[in-house]
């Protein structure tokens, strides 16, 4: 079985100040793992995923296959990062898209 | 390039009834995943579809159905709703299993279900 965990529902920082949205899997063989992110009145779209390996609107992630933990970074939180960010996984054969409940990133300006 | 595309965007339905909600993928798309998103979850995996068949499913009762037509659009079918059926229901697009981009989703905006 594959698992997501995003153990904060909301996350409120200081504009300027770093952020760490938190994302631990649970999968036996090799997962893909993906960001994704929800801004107000918009629709959930891919933010990075972790064979890229690039740095998208400041946001890196590295995949920690020890601590099994893919954690999303910015060092310096903006207004417009405000939006609903999904952890995922993709696991198995096919396409099963294994999603988080998600974190609520709030930038206090 | 069009993008994925739903409908109906909202609808009410009483319990017992049955519904069907549509979904155009994105041009150069083959592969279609349906998701329920209940308030306040991430998306849940309902099935996914490709080649016109179903590729996987999960954790969903078969009166959760549905069809991939040969221009890659897909209906996700629903028989003798139930109120715990009330959610935002995701159609999401992808390129075909051997495709390198092929595990990123395209998401549509949803079709919002309600059941009274």
């Known amino acids: 079985a594959q698992r997501v965990t995003q153990p904060e529902k909301l996350l409120s920082v200081f504009k300027g100040a770093p952020v760490e949205l938190k994302c631990n899997y649970s999968?036996?063989?090799?997962?893909?793992l993906f960001w994704y992110v929800q801004y107000s009145r918009q629709r959930l779209q891919l933010l990075l995923r972790h064979i890229s390996r690039e740095s998208i609107k400041g946001f890196t992630a590295d995949l920690n296959k020890g601590e099994t933990s893919f954690h999303l970074k910015k060092p310096f939180a903006q207004e417009e990062d405000s939006a609903m960010y999904y952890c995922?996984?993709?696991?198995?054969?096919?396409?099963?898209?294994?999603f988080g409940t998600g974190t609520k990133l709030q930038v206090i300006p | 390039e069009t993008g994925v595309t739903q409908s109906p965007t909202h609808l009410i339905k009483t319990r017992g009834q049955q519904v069907t909600l549509r979904c155009s993928s994105q041009?150069?798309?083959?592969?279609v995943s349906w998701y329920q998103q209940a308030l306040g979850q991430g998306p849940q995996f309902i099935f996914q579809y490709y080649r016109e068949e179903e590729n996987g499913r999960g954790n969903f009762p078969p009166r959760f159905s549905g069809l991939q037509f040969p221009n890659y659009s897909s209906e996700l079918n629903v028989n003798a709703l139930e109120l715990d059926d009330s959610a935002l229901y995701l159609c999401?697009?992808?390129?075909?299993?051997?495709?390198?981009?092929?595990?990123?989703?395209?998401f549509g905006a949803g079709s919002r279900l309600t059941v009274l």
């Open positions: 995922a996984l993709k696991g198995g054969g096919y396409q099963k898209v294994t």
């Open positions: 999968y036996s063989g090799s997962p893909e």
């Open positions: 999401a697009s992808s390129t075909g299993p051997k495709n390198s981009g092929a595990n990123v989703l395209t």
């Open positions: 041009s150069g798309h083959n592969t």
